[in-house]
């Protein structure tokens, strides 16, 4: 029998191979990983996140989860939402990665409710949550339609998906945003965290993630329905949120 293949930027690899891959990169870039993000943006990301954080109209008492959550700045954002009366979970496949998220909360003086695990396989109950997000997660799991069915059996009916995520740019800006992500995203990467080859899989992901559409489409199919996308930096970024049937 074939072994199913799946996309690690423009490589295909082995499905069974893809996690493990996706874990040395970030092991590589975790020490970094803040830095990189403000100097790629130019601080932009703070803003899209600010935006996210927004749409997923977290209120007290609720019950979040933080998928993929890394360094822990959108898990942050979204417990001085919920309050003291509500939980914020934070998930992540990457312990490194999990690890800097917690401390962040620690240090926040926030209850740091944290749990290594694939977001194909939450360890939730069904409907526990009310709000899920996954801020530049989604583009590295295996298979997101599986991500996506699961992060919508933990949400109440009625919950909130909210996927923040790099997309599909205007057709005007895509030469130039091509340059820079094949060219000075590496390059970067290589100056600040001693990884030019983790950048070149960034950019690479992002061109293998589904659009606009047909990402609303598979949360649609994954049983949520009032799917919105909200374009950010002329489609660099969007956020889409939808809602558990």
Known sequence: MTERQTDFGF?????????????????????????M???MSFGLHRAWKAFAVSVARARPGEKVLDVAAGSGDLALALERRVGAQGEVWLADINARM????????LDAGALARAVQCDAERLPFADGYFDCLMVGFGLRN?????????????VLKPG??????????VRAPLRA?????????????????????EA?????????????????????????????????????????????RI
């Open 11 to 35: 490589e295909r690899v082995p499905e069974a191979d893809k996690a493990a891959r996706v874990a040395g990169v970030f092991d590589r870039v975790a020490g970094r990983y803040d830095l």
């Open 37 to 39: 993000n403000d100097l």
């Open 98 to 105: 999990l690890a800097r998220g917690r401390d962040r909360l």
């Open 141 to 153: 799991m295996t298979r997101k339609d599986a991500a996506l069915a699961e992060m919508a059996r």
């Open 159 to 168: 919950g909130r998906l909210v996927v923040l995520e790099f997309s599909k």
């Open 176 to 196: 130039a945003y091509d340059l820079y992500s094949f060219k000075v995203l590496p390059w970067l990467g290589g100056k600040v965290a001693g990884d030019a």
């Open 199 to 243: 950048y070149r899989y960034l950019a690479e992901s992002i061109r293998m993630h589904p659009d606009q559409q047909a990402l609303k489409a598979m949360m649609e199919a994954a049983g949520l329905a009032q799917v919105e996308v909200f374009n950010l930096a002329a489609g660099v970024v969007a956020v889409h949120r939808g809602t």
